[in-house]
């Protein structure tokens, strides 16, 4: 793989200094850096280019025959960036001025903020506190993420469940058993620039500052959370490991303090007056504890279904027009979404290239999937999950916890259809098309542990999330050719795509509308959808507390 011309890494404080951005240069996959930064002396006409650096590239692979990269780069001359703007041969051109990430202060005499959860929001939440000088406790109800990577391991070759140390529970939370996508839908500012410098600062991949379709993947991810929290730590916080939020204290509305369960079963009040609720969208104890609070909270639509597996080299063909990636390309990926007659949308979501369907439960007798990938994204199999979206209509009760249950409901009709002990129930593409229940003997073996058992999805979804899936099936072919393998298999039931539950927040300061102190924060409490947008919801709710401690 060619080398990278090294991306843009801003300081912390204050607004960036001007540069020039120069977007859509398509180069050839084999170009260095120096024949890089000659093109662009060639388009523009500047002779006087003093640095050049990487500020986004994605792969144009339209014509399969000259597959390409697309760049965009940032870069200052010598004398007036306007005038070599106004001067440039190559019109799309644009001076650039980014805000940098800003610190908070923390200036309050008074309690040390909590931060509940260790996923990307409360990691991130607790080191924005921790930088500004606050000293966060912070409770993970999990195990560090060494200790809980064992725990994970020992469940998908024995299927024992450790329900406190489990791909949903632990240090980084379910993201850390994931492909480690940073790619988001939110628009990309300082706090989405802090996650990727402090990611990379951390261990990850440099090349994420720059990608159009970043990943970090779970085995980087692992050393990522690890020197996170020795910075935290280093920086005046506190973690407390295998440590519950059971309870919150309020009076006239305002939050006093907390219960916390630790580990040996003892249980703890901690004085607070600001806690990040960064619980995640499997904690689901949590939210019910919540409820009964008084925090308000309301149903919100989320998505089931099942994982889809493919040879790797299926999607590279139909992507790359080669079953193996060119050189300097990984993995091929693809997103795809499908609106049906009968008003439902299906929908492919965290696709995995080169990656493996894991074991994802968090509760005895409930079977839950996810997908997952190394950052070499090597293994012979694609995978995503392949989605219906359901919404509070289906639930069957206006109950604000309704979602969780609709969830459950499936996760025990996985765990029964598999046999028990976690194998999961599988169907190829052609079992499933035709109702049947047949072998799992074909083409694509699948890599779900403990083991698969081939079933009837019938027995495990609503009727109407099989019938949808079925369709969007007949129609896959034609977005990406040979989806719809007959021999590929579906293996349930993925239905963690997000949080079931809203827990409603001020969208000025951001704290429960319902109880002062209370910053409901990412995922779990409805407000993101990925790694990067929860990390950069912790981000903002981190100063909010500050600009409230004032």
């Given amino acids: 793989m060619p080398a990278a011309v090294r991306a843009v890494i801003f300081p912390e404080n204050g607004k960036g200094a001007g540069m020039i951005r120069v977007s859509n240069v398509p180069a050839a996959l084999s170009m260095t850096p120096a024949e890089l930064k000659q093109k662009v002396s060639d388009l523009t006409g500047w ?28 870069v200052s001359v010598s004398g007036d960036e306007e005038q070599a703007v106004r001067d440039s041969l190559y019109k799309d051109v644009f001076i650039l001025h980014e805000e940098r990430y800003t610190v908070p202060v923390w200036r309050s005499k008074g309690l040390r903020p909590v931060v509940a959860g260790t996923g990307p929001a409360g990691m991130m939440a607790a080191l924005a506190l921790a930088e500004a000088g606050a000293r966060p406790i912070v409770l993970e109800r999990g195990r560090p993420v060494d200790r809980r990577r064992a725990d994970v391991n020992l469940f998908w070759e024995t299927g024992k469940l450790d329900p406190r140390s489990n791909v949903q529970f632990g240090e980084g939370g379910a993201g850390t058993f994931s492909d480690g996508k940073l790619n988001t839908g939110i628009k990309k500012d300082a706090f989405t620039r802090k996650v990727l410098e402090e990611f990379v600062a951390a261990g990850a991949p440099e090349e994420i500052l720059w990608q159009a379709k970043p990943h970090v993947g ?38 006093r303090a907390l219960t916390v369960e630790n580990a040996d079963g003892s249980i703890e009040e901690i004085a607070a007056s600001a806690v990040v609720l960064a619980v995640g969208h499997s904690a689901r104890d949590t939210f019910e504890m919540l409820l009964n609070r008084g925090v308000l909270m309301e149903r919100k639509p989320f998505s089931v279904g099942a994982r889809i597996e493919h040879p790797q080299s299926l999607i590279n063909l139909d992507r790359y027009g080669t079953a193996r990636a060119p050189e300097g390309l990984g993995a091929a ?41 190394e950052f070499a994204r090597s293994k012979p199999n694609a995978n995503s999950a392949f989605l219906v979206g359901v919404t509070p209509d289906d639930f069957g009760s206006d109950h604000p916890l309704a979602g969780v249950e609709f969830q459950r409901r499936i996760e025990e009709a996985a765990f029964r259809a598999g046999g028990g002990g976690y194998r999961a129930p599988a169907q190829t593409v052609r079992d499933l098309l035709r109702g049947k229940i047949g072998e799992i003997s074909g083409k694509v073996r699948p890599s779900y542990r403990p083991g698969v058992e081939p079933a009837d999805f019938r027995a495990v979804f609503p009727r109407f999330v099989v019938d949808s899936i079925c369709e969007a099936l007949k129609q896959a072919d034609k977005k990406l050719k040979g989806f719809a393998f007959p021999d590929a298999v579906l293996t349930a039931a993925e239905t963690r795509s997000s949080s079931p539950v809203r827990m409603l927040r001020n969208p000025e300061t951001l704290q429960s509308v319902s109880i002062q102190g209370l910053y409901p924060c990412g995922e779990g409490a409805g407000y993101a959808g990925g790694i990067m947008s929860a990390a950069a919801d912790g981000l903002r709710c981190a100063a909010k507390i500050c600009e409230a401690a004032f």
């Fill in 333 to 373: 990926d693809y997103k795809l979404a499908f609106h049906l007659n009968n008003g439902r949308s299906v929908y492919t979501f965290c696709m995995c290239p080169g990656g493996e369907v894991v074991a994802a439960a968090s509760e005895e007798g409930r079977l839950v999937t996810n997908g997952m990938s």
């Fill in 47 to 74: 002779r006087d280019i003093c640095e050049i650096k990487t500020a986004k590239r994605s792969v144009d692979a339209r014509n399969k025959r000259n597959i390409h990269f697309l760049y965009s780069f940032d």
């Fill in 218 to 255: 779970t085995d980087n991810l692992s050393v990522v959370v690890r020197n996170i929290r020795r910075k935290i730590i280093e920086a005046g916080g506190e973690y407390r490991f295998e440590t519950r939020l059971s309870d919150i204290e309020v009076k006239d509305g305002v939050l």
